[in-house]
Nanobody, 119 residues
Framework: QVQLVESGGGLVQAGGSLRLSCAASGRTSSIYAMGWFRQAPGKEREFVAT????????YYADSAKGRFTISRDNTKNTVYLQMISLKPEDTAIYYC????????????WGQGTQVTVSS
């Protein structure tokens, strides 16, 4: 099993920045990719960004490109999401997720961290 704990959420004004962190514990050797997803009130959860084990491959949702950067520190078993130029529409609960390389879906999820962007 893998446990994920997010941190770094909060309230920020439009145009501001936040950095989310997600610390993994447990069977971290089984993790291949880690990702960030978000769910806004009344909406379905959506993909934000993902990064592979060695950090060589990153993928972003169109809404995140140019503003969000995903990175990971394997020595700390931690993945980060640096967010700049935040918009009110970025307001959501942000979830960290992890998966082994043989699965397409993410079986491991954190509890989420709230990001609120005020206008």
């Amino acid at each position: 099993q893998v446990q994920l704990v997010e941190s770094g959420g909060g309230l920020v004004q439009a145009g501001g920045s936040l950095r989310l962190s997600c610390a993994a514990s447990g069977r971290t050797s089984s993790i291949y990719a880690m990702g960030w997803f978000r769910q806004a009130p009344g909406k379905e959860r959506e993909f934000v960004a993902t990064i592979t084990r060695n950090g060589g491959n990153t993928y972003y949702a169109d809404s995140a490109k140019g503003r969000f950067t995903i990175s990971r520190d394997n020595t700390k078993n931690t993945v980060y999401l640096q967010m700049i130029s935040l918009k009110p529409e970025d307001t959501a609960i942000y979830y960290c997720a992890a998966k082994p390389d043989f699965l397409n879906e993410y079986p491991y999820w954190g509890q989420g961290t709230q990001v609120t962007v005020s206008s």
